[in-house]
């Protein structure tokens, strides 16, 4: 039995209440409200957009806010819902440099434990004029092995034009994943389609209507910074959304919605919707939006460097390794070139994850991936987007570095890795297997898919032999872009066992029924 502990229910709906009250006139008054106006505003800061937790440890956490004005942000926690005696952080002064939001870092906190905190908005002229605190809470990592682990994980959000529908309740998959009590949330990358326009209503095959909820930033492809700020800020307008980012801290990478289909470094768009046709422009604007509305620790203000790829250390169960397949890889191609040290990830990250996979000794090495392995995802008629390329033979082009990682995890005799990923839009199981593969020095291993959250449902993809993949499950449509109305949106549940150490992954779908199950043994270099 896992010692896992619970999120009390008392504190629990009393978030639940407050979140609600803080953003209570947000979902449609406050569709297109931009940056500009706050200066023109009267009373106090106001914090409708909710709060979030990223990139938690055992000690530390980020705490991020919007504001509808220049503000101080300030942070109170708490042991309990009550806030006796709260601990007070100070955090940044906000303005339209950052779009309104900021960013504190939590640090000194007691781990394994249930954090109540609070984001307070002051008057930078008027500390005592405050608005109305907005509360949330997160749990830290552990210490002990025998405080289990539970996490969620999947991606694409308000992608190919299917946004919030209010018709449905909106992304009601949240609802859903709240109910799981998850310590965190990793989000694969898609969080947002920059290159995907929402119009107010699509009609599917069969006559229905689908309504989306519309803003102006999201009518047309993002090029700006202020239109990949406003598309960032599309998927708050989701109550659900907000309600579950108040309560479970995020693990958030990026993939190529965020900029645009199938970029890569250097590329130069034919896409005639877009004046700025330069994809290294485009990105470090979605970068800069990106890194303002999402908590994450290696990005500024948290780390000057800049990275999406890191470690998050989740106690003695589990490390996940944060992977980046989109801002240091070589251009789409046929992608079989017989030396590569590009690749997907860079020569720089590649070495950074074999150091930090073996310094690494928890017992579980979750690698958290933009992008497939083994399932071919093509760019074209010709190029390919990940990193297999339909040729099931010996490793070529991009497949070299994910060849050497193999090999490196292998004879370093590193345990308990296994692949999460999303991005194909659909859910699948694939088993790795060096009896069946062209190359094989690896260990046998398992990866995961799930997703999309909200977005178009796409048909299975082939399978490339390279690295033996033998798919346990699948659950995918049987045609291109099918609505979350007719295609249930997917997320996947990672739940590790806090005596036995075992670990136990299930793909789940909107409303929470298990669609697959496998449980897999610690200490084992390949399962």
């Known amino acids: 039995m896992s010692h896992r502990p619970s999120r009390p229910l008392p504190g629990r709906r009393g978030v639940l209440r407050g979140a609600l009250a803080a953003s209570a006139g947000l979902a449609l008054p406050a569709v297109g409200g931009a940056a500009a106006p706050a200066f023109a505003l009267s009373g106090r800061p106001e914090a409708g957009w909710g709060v979030q937790a990223g990139d938690v440890t055992a000690h530390s956490g980020l705490i991020w806010v919007r504001s509808d004005r220049p503000a101080r942000m300030i942070v109170e926690t708490s042991a309990t819902e009550s806030f006796r005696n709260p601990t007070r952080w100070r955090g940044p002064l906000v303005g339209p440099d950052t779009d309104f939001t900021g960013t504190t870092r939590l640090h000194g906190l007691p781990p394994g434990e249930q954090v109540h905190y609070r984001v307070l908005l002051a008057d930078p002229d008027d500390p005592r004029r405050t608005g109305a605190p907005v509360p949330g809470t997160f749990r830290t990592a552990p210490v002990r092995r025998r405080d289990g682990v539970r996490f969620l994980w999947s991606g694409d959000i308000a992608g190919q034009g299917w946004g919030i529908n209010p018709d449905r309740g909106g992304y009601r998959v949240y609802q859903d994943m709240l109910a799981l009590d998850p310590d965190f949330f990793v989000c694969s990358g898609d969080n947002i389609y920059a ?94 939006a990106f890194s303002e509305y999402f908590p994450v620790s290696t990005l500024p203000p948290g780390d000057a460097e800049g990275r999406v790829y890191r470690v998050l250390r989740h106690g003695p169960l589990l490390d996940v390794f944060v992977l980046d397949m989109r801002t240091y890889r070589n251009a789409n191609s046929p992608d079989r070139q017989p030396d590569d040290t590009t690749g997907i990830l860079g020569a ?108 178009g449902g796409f048909q299975a993809t082939k399978l490339d032999g390279t690295f033996g993949p033998r798919q346990a499950f699948i659950k995918a449509p049987d045609r291109a872009n099918t609505s979350p109305m007719e295609t249930s949106p997917y997320f996947g549940e990672v739940d590790i066992d806090g005596d036995s150490g075992e670990l136990t992954v299930r793909l789940r779908q909107e409303g929470g029924d298990v669609l697959f199950a496998q449980t897999l043994q610690p200490g084992r270099v390949g399962q």
């Not at 070495?351 to 979750?366: G, N, Q």
């Open 195 to 288: 290159d995907g326009p929402i119009l107010p209503s699509v009609t599917l095959p069969d006559g229905r209507v689908w309504r989306n909820v519309t803003t102006e930033e999201k009518s047309k492809v993002a090029e700006t910074l202020a239109e990949f700020r406003g598309a960032f800020r599309y998927n708050l307008l989701d109550e659900n959304l907000r309600r579950f980012n108040a309560q479970v801290p995020t693990i958030t990478q990026w993939d190529d919605h965020e900029v645009h289909n199938n970029w890569y470094p250097g590329q130069i768009l034919s896409d005639a919707r877009y004046t700025e046709k330069n994809v290294d422009v485009l990105s470090a604007r979605s970068l800069r």
């Open 348 to 455: 720089e990250q590649l070495a950074w994850l074999k150091r930090e996979l073996s310094r690494s000794r928890a017992t579980w090495k979750v690698i958290a991936s933009d992008m497939p392995l083994g399932l071919v995802v093509t760019d074209g008629a010709t190029n390919f987007e990940a990193v297999a390329q339909n040729d099931p033979g010996a490793p070529l082009g991009r497949e070299l570095q994910i060849a050497e990682l193999l090999r490196h995890i292998k004879h370093q005799r590193i345990t308990g890795t296994l692949w999460l990923t999303a991005d194909v839009h659909y859910t699948s199981a694939q088993h790795y297997e060096p009896s069946k593969a062209a190359f094989q020095d690896f260990e046998p291993f398992w990866e995961f898919v799930s997703g999309p959250l909200a977005a």
